[in-house]
């Protein structure tokens, strides 16, 4: 997969956690780019955050440097002083600002990075940088995670051909608002940092913020853009038909990254699409979409391939929103289990097409209004409850 013009990637084994993989990754632009980001909600926030959170004020940036393996939560002052000597030691060997370089961890909570054997590998980073690719990079952000993440977009803009690359991780604790792990998104568009920062928060409310697996919202979720203009489109601006087609393939590359986020929850066998319509409001649509993903009892239903459809109703019941019982169709895919509140006979339909289906679409229209949202999740299995028991052994 072809990267956007400018930008180089490396990744390198620090073995944060355990050896025998790459656990260390590295973006670097070689122009200055403009840079915005969105950050977790939660009120404890890893010291690579807190440090992200500042430095984007300046809406400039040439690297990130992500490690996998260890979230450097918790970690007092001390974790402050490594992160800033992660970015030190990347400005370094990259001969570029420290100001320049943002970071990223994921793993466990509450240990101290170990800086003695990642010192090295950003050494080593640095010195490689242009010799892995966009897998390479996925690859080296995971935690719990399957399979890399990764997705790229080619457009045309002012008559020149513009690209979009992401590589993201997530597999649990991972619940709006943000709803990854962790995102990155380079571009070669020619874009300032304000109009970027609209673009980006909007995509990630329509993509990170509608995915959950299992409703912990992460101490370290990070989203970052880097746009640096190689491209040499003329600047984009909002009302405009390049505008439009940029912000189109952003949501494209942001929604395409969050699925495969759902698809590769932990332990998960099913990728779910809630989707609720004839709501009042985008509000009550919304959160009634939420009120399904979040459902453990939906969630297990799932994965034993049962149409339990009492569940969903007890789930749009419960959500806080306008709802007639009288008014409420429910479908799996295009099997009809509920019609006008009351069953349909269809249930052993619905069963078989859960046998056969990795993907899933549940459908609630509460035949009210208009409104209409989707929210992406996937079942619940024991496998969840493994892979979380023995997360930090």
Same mark, same amino acid.
């Given at each position: 997969?072809?990267?956007?013009?400018?930008?180089?990637?490396?990744?390198?084994?620090?073995?944060?956690?355990?050896?025998?993989?790459?656990?260390?990754?590295?973006?670097?632009?070689?122009?200055?780019?403009?840079v915005?980001?969105?950050?977790?909600?939660?009120?404890i926030?890893?010291?690579p955050?807190?440090?992200?959170i500042?430095?984007?004020? #300046?809406? %400039?940036?040439?690297?990130?440097?992500?490690?996998?393996?260890?979230?450097?939560?918790?970690?007092?002052? +001390?974790?402050?002083?490594?992160?800033?000597?992660m970015?030190?030691?990347?400005a370094?060997?990259?001969?570029i600002?420290?100001?320049l370089?943002?970071?990223?961890?994921?793993?466990?909570?509450?240990?101290?990075?170990?800086?003695?054997?990642? %010192?090295?590998?950003?050494?080593t980073?640095?010195?490689?940088?242009?010799?892995?690719?966009?897998?390479?990079?996925?690859?080296?952000?995971?935690?719990?995670?399957?399979?890399?993440k990764?997705?790229?977009?080619?457009i045309?803009?002012?008559?020149?051909?513009? %690209?979009?690359?992401?590589?993201?991780?997530?597999?649990?604790?991972?619940?709006?608002?943000?709803?990854?792990?962790?995102?990155?998104?380079?571009t070669d568009?020619?874009?300032?940092?304000?109009?970027?920062?609209?673009?980006?928060?909007?995509?990630?409310?329509?993509?990170?913020?509608?995915?959950?697996?299992?409703?912990?919202? #992460? *101490?370290?979720? *990070?989203l970052?853009?880097?746009?640096?203009?190689?491209?040499?489109?003329?600047?984009?601006?909002?009302?405009?038909?390049?505008?439009?087609?940029?912000? #189109?393939?952003?949501?494209?590359v942001?929604?395409?990254?969050?699925?495969?986020?759902?698809?590769?929850?932990?332990?998960?066998?099913?990728?779910? +699409?809630?989707?609720?319509?004839?709501?009042?409001?985008?509000?009550?649509?919304?959160?009634?979409?939420?009120?399904?993903?979040?459902?453990?009892?939906?969630?297990?239903?799932?994965?034993?391939?049962?149409?339990?459809?009492? %569940?969903?109703?007890?789930?749009i019941?419960?959500?806080?929103?306008?709802?007639?019982?009288?008014?409420?169709?429910?479908?799996?895919?295009?099997?009809?289990?509920?019609?006008?509140?009351?069953?349909?006979?269809?249930?052993?339909?619905?069963?078989?097409?859960?046998?056969?289906?990795?993907?899933?679409?549940?459908?609630?229209?509460?035949n009210?209004?208009?409104?209409?949202?989707?929210?992406?999740?996937?079942?619940?299995?024991?496998?969840?409850?493994?892979?979380?028991?023995?997360?930090? *052994?």
């Amino acid at each position: 997969m072809e990267l956007p013009k400018g930008f180089l990637l490396s990744t390198a084994e620090a073995a944060i956690k355990k050896p025998g993989r790459k656990d260390m990754a590295l973006i670097y632009s070689e122009a200055d780019a403009a840079v915005a980001g969105v950050f977790t909600t939660n009120k404890i926030k890893g010291a690579p955050v807190k440090l992200d959170i500042e430095r984007i004020r #300046s809406g %400039r940036g040439r690297a990130i440097i992500a490690n996998s393996g260890n979230a450097n939560v918790c970690t007092g002052p +001390q974790g402050m002083m490594d992160a800033s000597e992660m970015a030190a030691l990347c400005a370094g060997g990259l001969g570029i600002s420290e100001e320049l370089v943002y970071i990223a961890s994921t793993g466990v909570i509450g240990s101290p990075l170990p800086m003695d054997r990642m %010192r090295p590998a950003i050494k080593t980073l640095a010195a490689n940088i242009g010799k892995s690719n966009l897998e390479d990079c996925a690859r080296g952000i995971m935690t719990t995670d399957t399979f890399p993440k990764f997705g790229t977009k080619k457009i045309r803009l002012s008559g020149k051909e513009v %690209r979009l690359a992401g590589v993201a991780k997530g597999s649990g604790m991972i619940h709006p608002n943000m709803a990854t792990m962790l995102s990155f998104i380079m571009t070669d568009a020619a874009i300032d940092k304000n109009t970027l920062k609209k673009l980006l928060k909007a995509s990630a409310e329509k993509s990170f913020n509608r995915v959950t697996v299992d409703g912990d919202t #992460s *101490t370290s979720d *990070t989203l970052l853009i880097m746009a640096n203009g190689l491209a040499k489109n003329v600047p984009l601006k909002e009302g405009t038909a390049d505008y439009e087609k940029f912000r #189109s393939a952003l949501d494209s590359v942001t929604f395409e990254l969050a699925r495969m986020i759902a698809r590769d929850g932990e332990g998960a066998t099913k990728l779910i +699409q809630v989707v609720v319509k004839g709501a009042k409001s985008e509000k009550d649509a919304l959160k009634g979409a939420f009120a399904i993903a979040h459902s453990p009892l939906v969630k297990t239903a799932i994965y034993g391939n049962d149409s339990n459809w009492g %569940r969903i109703m007890a789930a749009i019941g419960y959500a806080g929103i306008d709802v007639d019982e009288s008014r409420v169709d429910i479908f799996l895919e295009k099997v009809k289990l509920v019609k006008k509140g009351r069953p349909n006979g269809k249930d052993e339909e619905a069963n078989l097409v859960l046998r056969n289906r990795s993907e899933v679409t549940l459908t609630v229209n509460l035949n009210l209004g208009s409104s209409a949202e989707r929210v992406l999740t996937c079942d619940l299995s024991e496998n969840y409850v493994k892979i979380n028991a023995e997360y930090r *052994t």
